[in-house]
């Protein structure tokens, strides 16, 4: 099992910048996927970006791209997520998920991850 441990999260206003950091620990040695999840209140938890270690590709959701950057470091497992020109709708709490390595590659689906973190804040709003 991984353990996932989010950090980053807090009040920023419209046009801000954020980083999230999410720390994996455990039995790493079969994950592949890293991706990170957003909920609003009311809201499903949504798809926001992934990376894949194998190969180093990303995606990102329509409501994020060219602002927000998923980047990946390996020693220890962290991957991170820096966040520009933030929207009030940007506004959730942000999970971190992980899951192992699959042929062909699609990160969006939430059920299909093996691990989540706990989850860290983000309020956008002035």
């Known amino acids: 099992q991984v353990q996932l441990v989010e950090s980053g999260g807090g009040l920023v206003q419209p046009g801000g910048s954020l980083r999230l950091s999410c720390r994996a620990s455990g039995d790493t040695s079969s994950t592949d996927t890293m991706a990170w999840f957003r909920q609003a209140p009311g809201k499903e938890r949504e798809f926001v970006a992934a990376i894949r270690w194998s190969d180093g590709g990303a995606q990102y959701a329509d409501s994020v791209k060219d602002r927000f950057t998923i980047s990946r470091d390996g020693v220890p497992i962290t991957v991170a997520l820096e966040m520009s020109s933030l929207k009030p709708e940007d506004t959730g709490l942000y999970y971190c998920?992980?899951?192992?390595?699959?042929?062909?590659?699609?990160?969006?689906?939430?059920?299909?991850?093996?691990?989540w973190g706990q989850g860290t804040q983000v309020t956008v709003s002035s």
């Open positions: 998920a992980a899951k192992t390595y699959e042929l062909r590659w699609n990160p969006r689906p939430v059920g299909e991850y093996d691990d």
